[in-house]
């Protein structure tokens, strides 16, 4: 991640500490992210469109619907050419959220869907075992034949049919016969 995505959304985070919206920008950022397309960050990068049009627009959109800070954050990186930075920026937001709160973002893959019970016991255990609070998204991947898949912090944890069958097609491979 560049530094300046890191900075911008520090400031951010420092700002909504500050008066106590953490959980608030969060889920602002969270409603406006899918908006901040490729498409979308080209025309508030469009030179052809004057910065101030680009600025108002933003302002617009934003103003009444978000919090002022959110909306204030945008407009400055669209004045400053930094659009494109915008949802990045947005995720590291929550990086951050999630460091200062203790959580962990764990994305489940499994063959079947799980029932309320096991997701339940899975947030449980993951909470023990991690010493910190987890939000889970749940993902189907029928490809997986069985088992789970877990991701977060930059880790994965594959407990899945398909990992062990591949595991026991490589120790075949490498066996002599």
């Known amino acids: 991640m560049n530094e300046i995505v890191k900075e911008y959304a520090a400031g951010l985070f420092a700002l909504a500490a500050e008066e106590h919206e953490e959980e608030r920008l969060l889920a602002e ?41 959110l909306s204030n954050f945008v407009k400055l990186m669209v004045e400053r050419s930094l659009a494109s930075e915008v949802k990045a920026c947005f995720a590291e937001y929550e990086r ?17 869907e799980l029932s309320d019970e096991q997701k339940a016991a899975l947030e449980a255990r993951l909470s023990k075992r991690l010493g910190k609070r987890v939000l889970m998204e749940y993902a189907l991947n029928p490809a997986l034949i069985g088992g789970m898949r877990l991701f977060y912090d930059n880790r994965q944890i594959d407990d899945t049919v398909k990992n062990r069958l591949n595991e026991i097609a490589e120790r075949l491979a490498e066996a002599s016969v």
Do not use: Q
């Not at 951050?96 to 079947?112: D, N, T």
């Open 29 to 69: 950022t969270h409603a406006l992210a899918p908006l901040f397309t490729r498409d979308y960050a080209r025309l508030l990068t469009n030179p052809e469109l004057p910065k101030a049009e680009r600025v108002r627009l933003v302002g617009e959109a934003l103003d009444s619907r978000v919090s002022p800070h």
């Open 96 to 112: 951050l959220w999630c460091e200062a709160f203790g959580i962990v973002r764990v994305k489940a893959e499994s063959a079947v």
